[in-house]
């Protein structure tokens, strides 16, 4: 726990820097890094794919589409690219068969380019014109989701929620993560109206906190499920205490993109 909590207290403000202050191309590439390093993550370690060029070219898929996120998702470029990604990981089959299956194949394109699309989310909402704004509700939700599930479900967790998935998750700690963030989504409307002149639809952060948390818990159970099928414990050691990239974007990778979608179709701060 006190690794956690140092790794915690020293990344945060870091990552606050990026989000909040650093050109906005900066977040991007660093995201798009992490986004390669996350694919690597569950690609090879958890033993999903060990073809070492299959991996490398899932992982440069996942730069890429953190790139092209910034540049608004550049249709033609985008296309281009996933032709060039497609022709590569085939002709990996096509010259051995054997050892590079079509699932294989499959699993790279989820881990090259649909993981990193929906977390790609983040950069997009920082784009929009509220995004130094916008960007921090994914991590406002996904962080009190977590942090109200697991206080909660520590002092009153008796009904476990999936317990081969996740054994600790408590259906009891969904309802106090639930509650953390729409109280917190409301604290956070209050924020943008008193402190910076935002017109805030208060219903909508409510709504933000109810869905985005759902799919908090529905992002972590589809990573938690990964790992039982694989056998691992953590995606990696990126983070003391914490494990690896995916460990700690795994419900971000459902929250950011319904997020992205709820930003567009109804604005909480305008």
């Known amino acids: 726990m006190k690794t956690r909590v140092i790794a915690a207290v020293i ?9 909040l202050a650093a050109p906005k191309i900066v977040f991007a590439i660093v995201f798009g890094l992490l986004l390669a390093l996350g694919v690597y993550e569950l690609l ?19 730069f890429a589409a953190a790139i092209w996120s910034y540049f608004g998702a550049v249709e033609s470029y985008a296309l281009i690219g996933v032709l060039v990604f497609w022709i590569l990981l085939f002709s990996e089959m096509m010259a051995d068969h054997v050892k590079v299956s079509v699932e294989m194949l499959g699993l790279c394109f989820l881990g090259g380019c649909v993981v990193p699309y929906l977390l790609s989310a983040l950069i997009r909402i920082l784009n929009m014109t509220t995004g130094r704004f916008m960007i921090l509700v994914p991590f406002v939700i996904a962080f009190l989701n977590d942090a109200g599930a697991y206080f909660v479900g520590l002092r009153f967790g008796k009904h476990k929620l999936a317990p081969v998935v996740s054994p600790h998750k408590t259906i009891e700690g969904v309802f106090g993560g639930v509650a953390s963030a729409m109280v917190g989504m409301v604290l956070y409307a209050l924020i943008l109206d008193l402190a910076f002149s935002f017109r805030v639809n208060y219903g909508y952060a409510v ?3 109810l869905l985005g948390s759902a799919a908090g818990v529905f992002g972590d159970l589809s990573y938690s499920v990964i790992k039982r099928q694989t056998g691992i414990k953590d995606y990696g050691y990126l983070i003391p205490g914490h494990g690896g990239f995916l460990d700690r974007f795994d419900s971000i990778t459902i929250v950011a993109p319904l997020m992205e979608a709820l930003i567009l179709l109804m604005p909480m701060a305008v």
């Open 44 to 62: 090879y370690r958890t033993g999903l794919v060990v073809h070492i060029r299959l991996v490398i070219y899932s992982s440069l898929m996942g």
């Open 11 to 19: 990344l945060v403000p870091i990552l606050l820097a990026i989000v």
């Open 207 to 209: 709504l933000y906190g």
